[in-house]
Structure formats: structure tokens, C-alpha cells
């Protein structure tokens, strides 16, 4: 810490000479300001017989928020950065609380939004099984519900009472994946794609070079989607106490199922609004405070509950020795990377750290990965193999753990999924761009001198010779047989029985488990007990989150750098929602930095609504 302060006041200085007052004035605000939020943070209390309080609208997340441009002066000026939360933390949160005799309930309210790699359905059966825990231990659930997605539920049918306003609908449609397609756009302003790709399915650059499904990628997509949809329907039935098959025909029959039918087919149990609900809570934990708390009952809420640290301990909190969660999250570069993606380099650096660090005695690697750069996929591989030769390494795969997201995951000791996560996808592809025709269109031609036939072979300025192109896909060719080599080498299928599974072709967990790609269904929480176990820790251990948190100046540091806009988690409307999927669509492509050109990835733009 004193060399934090000597660092930053020394900066200070140099950057007050250049910039003078204004800056020095906002220095002395962010100053003062910092002052005034430590040492003024209320001590969060929780009275007996409260409500545990759970927001839907929470972004659930797989790892630890890590420095989002606006966090560090959020944290600054004493804000509440809470829409992001992790999984792990809800989960362990829900668990004591069913043990902690100050909460008598829990209400859930608010909608889930889905991001790129949040709220998917594998965390959200992780955190639905929470809550049935929860409720197992005694305690009433309660759901409020307004118009109900699919994913909102999906984690509310547990509730042991559900209430829905008496004006809203259930859109629970069904499942559908609705992908962009950027072949015409890219042919009208003259950017040429070429690909070389392994696997019948591998189907991941298709919304650049076609302009609808193939008919593989539409054979694959409906079966996912049947499957996950088949759990869907499971775990509904099972909550509600109601026939798969009669739920099945509401749903074709009306899709937006109105708050009458819900209540006649026993989908809800009460037709109420808000103010309604509020009361009856109230009588069911009177509060007298009505000036200072948000809903009129004796409440918490979960995110306060979360960091208020004075909760009873889980068995498995406390001791010398450790169980690490290294979170892999966001798409396979090359390289560093950043905060938002796996960079090969800085994660191979982490299992370095891990693998040194004699107090961690088992590694969980949570993976929640479509893939990308194959050459980083093996960095990372040849660390975790490193790793399992000193120490237990168990995989707990989130929403996605395919492709190159399966690379990094096959040689673990033990692999956990849960029956809606997507894996496999073991496949290889190549993608060349060329921008010829558009730079001629805007008058710029391009020339070239070399010493050797494929001295150019990655320039943008032409299309690929079909020799190229032979080259391209023996290089693909080889890396496939190397990926096909690696699954059955580390899970002892025989390499003719895996032609037949592999091909790119993408897998629910239920369906990989009966091929043995996975072993177990299981959560996170599975994982870390199955690793605790396998390390013969007995019941004495702690657990740790990697990789560590940026510290206040990293933050800041990353703030004042930072040209991008803070994260927000308003509803969006549809045309903005369109608009920032095809920019993350478009995104991928900076992300395709594999020093060889060659990707090991789910199918882009890949999305389940």
C-alpha cells in the first residue's frame, strides 16, 4: 500500500503539471470522496424472521467481476455495482441462509436478462436447485411474477407460491435459436470470405459466407434444442406437480399464455399484484419500519446478504488447505487478452501460479467457453496437463464448454456438466478474408514481389489461390486429427467411435454424458466437493476464486484508459437488441487472432431464446 501511494502521487504530480486545476480539483472530489465512502459504509443488519430478497434482473455470472470500465469510480463514490453477480456467491449465499434462523423465506421477483455468457440455463439449473435446497430445509418461496420468460420460469416453478399480475402473460413460446447472416452484406460492399473447416457440423462460419441454415447446422440446432427443452419441460412438470404432455399442448396452443389459463393448469398459484403480494408478506414478516426499506416486510436482499459476511459458515469454509476455482469465461485468444475473453498466455500464467502454490492442494476449472484460437486452446491444455501431474484437476463446464472450450477441458481428472450445457463441438476451421474488390471500388489496388510460392499467403489484398486453399485445409486436416488424438487419448474412446460423435458437432450434457464425453451431471458446487475429495481434504478446507481481483489502482488505471462505455442492464428494445448482436457477431472476428489461423469454436452468433 505505501508504494501504491508514493506510485500515484508521484503520477499525480507530473500529470497536475500538465493539466493544472481542473484536474486537480476532480483528484481532491475523488479523494474526498473515496474518504467519505470508507469510512462512512453502513453495516448491513438483519433482523429475525427477514425475507431474503432475490432480483431475477441480476446478471448471474460465472466469474468474479474484474475492473468494467465505471466499477473503480463506482467503487469510489460508494455506488452499488451489484447487477453483476456470481453464481458461486448466490448459490453459497442460498445454502446458509436456509441455515440461518434470521431468514425466514425467500421471495424471487424481477426478470432475467441474458448476456453473452451469464444467466444461461446451466447456471440457472445450479441456482434452481439452490433455491429447491432452500425450500427443502422448511423455508417458503415466494415468486412474483409480471410477464415470465422461459428462464424467469424455469427458476421461479420451484417457488412454493407462486403469484402472477393479473395483466401479465407467460411468454414461454418455446426454444429457438435466431442467427444473423452477413454473406450479403459483406458481397455488396466487396469483402470476399474463404474458409477450410473439418466436421460435418462445424458450422461456426456460416453466418459469413451463407445467407440462411445448412442443412446440418439446422439438424444440430433443433436437436440442442429439443433437449434442453425436454429438461425445461422435465423440471417443470416435476415442480408443479403437472403432465409434461398437457403442458406441452398449452404451450402450442397459446405460446403467450395468459394469466387465467396459468392459473387453470396449476402453472401459478395466485392471480395478484404487487401491492397485494407486499401485503400479504407483511403479515407474514411485519415490519413497522416503512420509511427506511424498500417493500414494506422485514427483508434482505440477497446481494447485501451476500457481502454482509457475518452469516453461519458452510462446511468446507474454514482451514489451511485450498480448493482453486479458475474461471475460463469469454471466447479462446491469442495472447494476453483481456478481462472479457481467455487470453492463452495469461491463463497458462495462472495455472502456472496454481500449479507453484503449494497451499492449493485441488483446482476446479469452470469453463463457460465457445472456444476460438486453437493454438491458445493448446497453450492452455499443455498447463492443465502440467497441473493434473501435481495435483487433482476437475472441470465444471457452465452454459458452453465446446470446442476450444472442450480442448482445455478433456484431460481433466473429472468432468462435471450439467444437462443444458452445449460441449463437444470437436472440430477445426479456417478463415480468410480478402478485401480486394472493395479496396478497388475506393480506387486502391495492391501489388506484390516475393521470394516463394506462399510468401503472401496471408494478405487481404486477394482471394486464396486454390493451392492456398489446399494448403489451408491440410493444415485444418492435421490439427482435427490432433484434437480427434487428445479426446481419445484423455478420455479413452477409440478414435473410429469418435469420428462418429465429433465432426463439430455441438451436444447437450445429458447426450455427452451417454457418449462419455463428461462424466457426471453436476453443478460448480459438485465440482469443488468431488476435488475436495479427490485431495482427501476431508471436511477442513478453503475455497479460493481465481483469477485474483484487480486491486483499486489496477482499476482505476483501466477506468482512465478505457474507451468503452459502462455495462448497463436496462430491458432492451428489440432494435437495439438486434443491433448489439450483430456487433458481437462482428466482434468474434477481432477475436480470431490465432497465430495459425486455425479455430476450434461454437457456431457464431449461436444464441437460445
Known amino acids: 500500500m505505501k508504494q501504491f501511494f508514493i506510485t500515484f502521487f508521484a503520477n499525480l504530480a507530473a500529470l497536475l503539471f500538465v493539466f493544472g486545476g481542473p484536474l486537480l480539483l476532480l483528484t481532491i472530489l475523488i479523494i474526498a470522496t473515496f474518504s467519505v465512502s470508507h469510512h462512512n459504509q453502513p453495516t448491513v443488519s438483519i433482523e429475525r424472521g427477514s425475507i431474503l430478497v432475490f432480483d431475477m434482473s441480476l446478471n448471474v455470472a460465472d466469474a468474479p467481476e474484474h475492473a468494467e470500465p465505471g466499477s473503480a469510480l463506482t467503487a469510489l463514490t460508494g455506488g452499488d455495482n451489484a447487477k453483476n453477480v456470481t453464481l458461486r456467491s448466490l448459490t453459497t449465499a442460498l445454502a446458509k441462509a436456509a441455515k440461518d434462523d434470521r431468514i425466514k423465506g425467500l421471495l424471487l421477483t424481477g426478470s432475467f436478462e441474458p448476456s453473452d455468457f451469464g444467466t444461461g440455463y446451466a447456471s440457472l439449473k445450479e441456482l434452481r436447485e439452490a433455491i429447491q435446497n432452500f425450500k427443502n430445509s422448511g423455508k417458503t418461496v415466494y415468486a412474483y411474477l409480471e410477464a415470465p420468460s422461459t428462464r424467469d420460469y424455469y427458476v421461479a416453478s420451484v417457488a412454493s407460491v407462486i403469484y402472477m399480475n393479473p395483466y401479465g402473460e407467460m411468454e414461454i413460446p418455446g426454444l429457438a435459436s435466431v442467427k444473423m ?19 460435418k457440423y462445424k458450422s461456426a462460419v456460416e453466418p459469413y459466407i451463407l445467407n440462411k441454415m445448412s442443412d446440418a447446422d439446422r439438424e444440430e440446432t433443433e436437436k440442442l434444442l429439443s433437449d434442453i427443452w425436454s429438461e425445461f419441460v422435465s423440471a417443470i412438470s416435476t415442480s408443479r406437480k403437472i403432465d409434461p404432455a398437457t403442458f406441452q399442448q398449452l404451450v402450442n396452443d397459446e405460446g403467450y399464455i395468459k394469466p387465467e389459463s396459468a392459473l387453470s393448469a396449476k402453472l401459478i398459484d395466485k392471480l395478484a399484484y404487487f401491492g397485494d403480494v407486499l401485503t400479504e408478506l407483511g403479515k407474514v414478516a411485519p415490519s413497522s419500519d416503512f420509511a427506511t426499506v424498500p417493500l ?28 482453486a476455482v479458475l474461471y475460463f469465461e469469454g471466447e479462446i485468444v491469442d495472447g494476453q487478452g483481456e478481462t472479457s475473453n481467455i487470453g492463452g498466455d495469461r491463463f497458462a500464467q495462472e495455472l502456472r501460479k496454481l500449479r507453484k502454490n503449494d497451499d492449493i492442494k485441488a483446482v476446479v476449472l469452470r469453463v463457460n467457453s465457445p472456444g476460438g484460437s486453437a493454438f491458445a486452446s493448446e497453450v492452455i491444455q499443455r498447463e492443465v496437463i502440467a497441473l493434473k501431474a501435481k495435483k487433482p484437476v476437475i472441470v ?129 458446487q459438485d465440482a469443488i466437493t468431488y476435488a475436495a475429495a479427490k485431495a482427501k481434504l476431508g471436511q477442513r478446507y478453503k475455497v479460493k476464486e481465481y483469477p485474483e481481483e484487480l486491486s483499486l489502482a489496477e482499476s482505476l488505471a483501466k477506468l482512465l ?22 456487433k458481437s457477431d462482428l466482434k468474434s472476428l477481432q477475436d480470431f487472432n490465432d497465430p495459425t489461423g486455425m479455430y476450434a469454436r461454437l457456431p457464431i452468433g449461436f444464441e437460445i431464446k
Do not use: C
Not at 304 to 323: F, I, M, N
Not at 418 to 441: A, R
Open 396 to 524: 465444471s463446464m457452465g452454459a458452453y464448454a465446446a470446442s476450444g472450450g472442450y480442448w482445455i477441458s478433456t484431460y481433466a481428472d473429472h468432468i462435471f456438466a450439467e444437462p443444458n450445457t452445449l460441449t463437444g463441438s470437436i472440430g477445426v476451421f479456417g478463415l480468410f478474408m480478402d478485401f480486394q474488390k472493395l479496396g478497388n471500388d475506393f480506387g486502391i489496388t495492391w501489388d506484390t514481389a516475393k521470394t516463394n510460392n506462399y510468401s503472401d499467403f496471408e494478405t487481404i489484398s486477394r482471394p486464396k489461390t486454390p493451392q492456398e486453399l489446399a494448403l489451408a485445409q491440410a493444415r485444418v486436416d492435421d490439427l482435427y486429427s490432433k484434437f480427434l488424438q487428445k479426446v481419445s487419448d484423455s478420455r479413452g474412446i477409440p478414435i473410429e467411435a469418435l469420428q462418429l460423435i465429433a465432426q463439430g458437432r455441438v451436444w447437450a450434457g445429458n447426450e455427452a454424458l451417454n457418449l462419455k464425453l463428461i462424466d457426471e451431471i453436476g453443478g460448480l
Open 181 to 199: 447472416y452477413y454473406a450479403g452484406l459483406f458481397q455488396k460492399y466487396g469483402i470476399d470470405v474463404q474458409v477450410t473447416r473439418v466436421g
Open 296 to 323: 414494506p416486510f422485514k427483508q434482505i436482499n440477497i446481494t447485501d446478504y451476500v457481502s454482509a459476511g457475518r452469516t453461519p459458515s458452510l462446511v468446507g469454509e474454514k482451514g489451511g488447505d485450498q480448493v
Open 561 to 582: 484508459n478505457s474507451q468503452e462505455t459502462p455495462v448497463t442492464h436496462a430491458k432492451l428494445d428489440p432494435l437495439t437488441r438486434q443491433f448489439l448482436k450483430m
